[in-house]
């Protein structure tokens, strides 16, 4: 116990960067909702809106190759594959031209829904938080570096359950590029060193249950593998 803190404080959660012995600390996670135009109809909504964003807590984030738990009070768990953004340089009212400068890398995320919940708390006119941010409800893999992939813009990113393709799409089919989502997202807070930007997802979620394993790629960003226990 630290003498300073009167409980024992949480640790750094931290993901493992490509090709490097250090990790990338996780400081906010913040995650895009309706950004393909496609998963939007699909849940019968204008595509043509301006981004907005729900948070999930740090140590949310579950690691590649982890088993998490069926959670609490759903009945319709759903997968989300998505392009993470991880920010390297922070900071406020970022311009679009400026905004891939802050970006440190980018790593293939699952924003994990209870999709039930999420539903009957929007019906009510409440937040989607009880729906979206729960315990090990963001596995994200490991950092790729900007200066080892690049800025990620096109390029296919997919999820399989037991094999079968349940998400196919391009990264190019993005309403709001990560670029866009950054200059949005920074008006509305200060962004920080170590805060993930979960760029929304494709159309074709859909429900797992206990044993499935899901298996998400984002091209030249590898694979993030997690089972459903
Ligand atoms: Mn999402």
Redesign the pocket.
């Given at each position: 116990m630290s003498a300073e803190y009167v409980v024992t404080p949480p640790p750094v959660v931290g993901l493992p960067v490509v090709g490097s012995s250090e990790k990338f600390p996780v400081r906010r996670i913040y995650?895009?909702?309706r950004n393909y135009a496609a998963h939007a109809r699909e849940f019968g909504h204008d595509e043509k809106l301006p981004p907005f964003f729900f948070a999930k807590a740090a140590d949310m984030i579950v690691p590649d190759g982890a088993t998490v738990p069926y959670p609490p009070l759903t009945q319709n768990y759903h997968h989300?594959v998505?392009l993470v953004a991880a920010i390297g340089k922070g900071g406020a009212n970022i311009a679009a031209d400026k905004a891939l400068e802050h970006v440190y890398g980018y790593a293939v995320g699952f924003?994990m829904?209870r999709r039930d919940v999420q539903q009957a708390a929007a019906k009510n006119g409440k937040p989607w938080e009880v729906g979206k941010s729960f315990d090990n409800s963001a596995p994200c893999g490991p950092v790729y570096p900007v200066a080892q992939v690049g800025h990620i813009t096109s390029g296919k990113i997919q999820i399989t359950v037991n094999g079968q393709v349940r998400q196919s799409s391009d990264i190019n089919l993005m309403i709001w590029d990560v670029a866009h989502i950054i200059e949005h997202l920074s008006q509305q807070v200060t962004l920080g060193p170590g805060d993930l930007i979960?760029t929304?997802?494709p159309e074709g979620v859909s429900a797992v249950v206990k044993g499935d394993v899901m298996v998400g790629s984002v091209e030249t960003l590898g694979t993030l593998t997690v089972k459903v226990g």
């Open positions: 995650c895009v909702g989300e998505e924003d829904t979960f929304g997802t």
